[in-house]
Each structure stands twice: as structure tokens, then as C-alpha cells.
Antibody
Framework: EVQLVESGGGLVQSGGSLGLSCGAF????????MSWVRQAPGKGPEWVAN????????YYVDSVKGRFTISRDNAKNSLYLQMNSLRAEDTAVYYC???????????WGQGTVVTV | DIVMTQSPLFLPVTLGQPASISCRSS???????????LHWFQQRPGQSPRRLIY???NRDSGVPDRFSGSGSGTEFTLEISRVEAEDIGVYYC?????????FGQGTKLDIK
């Protein structure tokens, strides 16, 4: 079964750090670009960052540049998001998603909640 | 950044009746490669978003054929030919033509 499972969310003080993980199951993880997308309470989704198949290209939304780092380990079928200098406005459900190209996110995890 | 504007924001519909959601982008979504990367997502209450339609009009596997997408340039539409109870939720358009990928504010579909 195709599945994405996020973990690592929680409650953190402003200025603190948190690391999120996303495990991929049931498909060829190294075939896909991967993205983190977040959704603040009562708001629409917001793309946060994405990474290419081998991890050599990374892109971020301006509001997290210099604070968040996306990475992946294809041997472990895992995606990561290291979040530093967290702010209240980073409070959201964070989803990982596969990106077959051009933002067409076709698989989403169940999300993990981050509260700052 | 490209701004995506949806209308209406709230859409009460009678079961069995059609529904239509409009999405407008602040600039053309036609990529230099000729493709238009406009996608539609559905988010049912308490669930993660789910892709319904990609590249304007391509319906995903398992999506009922009562859902259809159309449009070009900066104007796009998601149509539901006959609304069913399972269609309740929020619908988002999203552009993937330029980074940052941006979503519309969402249209909440509810049953009258």
C-alpha cells in the first residue's frame, strides 16, 4: 500500500527547533521529487519546500529560507524537514507529499502538527 | 508570487444539482514549455488534501467523472455535474508553473 507517514511534530517555544520526518512506503521513493506543504489552522495549504530525486536541488518559500532545511535519505525512504528559529506563524499541520512534477502533489501523508 | 483567487468562497448546493468553482491567477499559468500547471485538490473534513485534477483537465484515477476541469491562461473552472454528499469539503486550485507554488484560498462546498 502506498503510504506517507509524518512524525516529529509537537509543541515548541518561539525560537526553538524541531525536526520532522516522513517515511515512504509502497512506491519507488527515489523516483519522486518530494515536498513539504503546511496548513495553518483555518487556512489553505502553503508550499514550504521541495527537493529533487537525489537531494541536489532544494527550494524554499521565502518565509522559511535560512531557517528550514529539507533533506532526504533514499536508502531509508525518508524525507526530513529541520526547522530552526521557529515563530508563531509556523504553527500548522505539516504534510509531506510526492511531487511527480510541477506541483501536482499526488500523494499526501496524514500530517503532523507543529505548534509554536 | 502568483496569487490565486477563488470564487465563491462558500458554495451551498442542493444534492443532485451542479456546482462550479472559479479560479483566477494573477498571471498566465502557461509555462514556456507550453503546459499549464493548474491543479485542483479536495479536502474533506478532517482529512489531508487529495488531488482531483492535474494540468487543468486531467482527472485522477478513482475520481468520479462528475468532476471536470477546464480553462486556460488565467481563468479556470472546476465543475461538479451533480453534487453528492461525499463531495462536501473545501476545494483548492493550485499553480505549479512558477515557484513558489501557490494555492487559492479555498471554496467550501456544503449541502443546502
Amino acid at each position: 500500500e502506498v503510504q506517507l507517514v509524518e512524525s516529529g511534530g509537537g509543541l515548541v517555544q518561539s525560537g526553538g527547533s524541531l525536526g520532522l520526518s516522513c517515511g515512504a512506503f509502497g512506491f519507488r521513493f527515489n523516483y519522486y521529487w518530494m515536498s513539504w506543504v503546511r496548513q495553518a489552522p483555518g487556512k489553505g495549504p502553503e508550499w514550504v519546500a521541495n527537493i529533487n530525486r537525489d537531494g541536489s536541488e532544494k527550494y524554499y518559500v521565502d518565509s522559511v529560507k535560512g531557517r528550514f532545511t529539507i533533506s532526504r535519505d533514499n536508502a531509508k525512504n525518508s524525507l526530513y524537514l529541520q526547522m530552526n528559529s521557529l515563530r508563531a506563524e509556523d504553527t500548522a499541520v505539516y504534510y509531506c507529499a510526492t511531487d511527480p512534477g510541477w506541483g501536482a502533489y499526488d500523494r499526501w501523508g496524514q500530517g503532523t502538527v507543529v505548534t509554536v | 508570487d502568483i496569487v490565486m483567487t477563488q470564487s465563491p468562497l462558500f458554495l451551498p448546493v442542493t444534492l443532485g444539482q451542479p456546482a462550479s468553482i472559479s479560479c483566477r491567477s494573477s498571471q498566465s499559468l502557461v509555462h514556456t514549455n507550453g503546459n499549464t500547471y493548474l491543479h485542483w485538490f479536495q479536502q474533506r473534513p478532517g482529512q489531508s488534501p487529495r488531488r482531483l485534477i492535474y494540468k487543468v483537465s486531467n482527472r485522477d484515477s478513482g475520481v468520479p467523472d462528475r468532476f471536470s476541469g477546464s480553462g486556460s491562461g488565467t481563468e479556470f473552472t472546476l465543475e461538479i455535474s451533480r453534487v453528492e454528499a461525499e463531495d462536501i469539503g473545501v476545494y483548492y486550485c493550485m499553480q505549479g508553473t512558477l515557484r513558489p507554488h501557490t494555492f487559492g484560498q479555498g471554496t467550501k462546498l456544503d449541502i443546502k
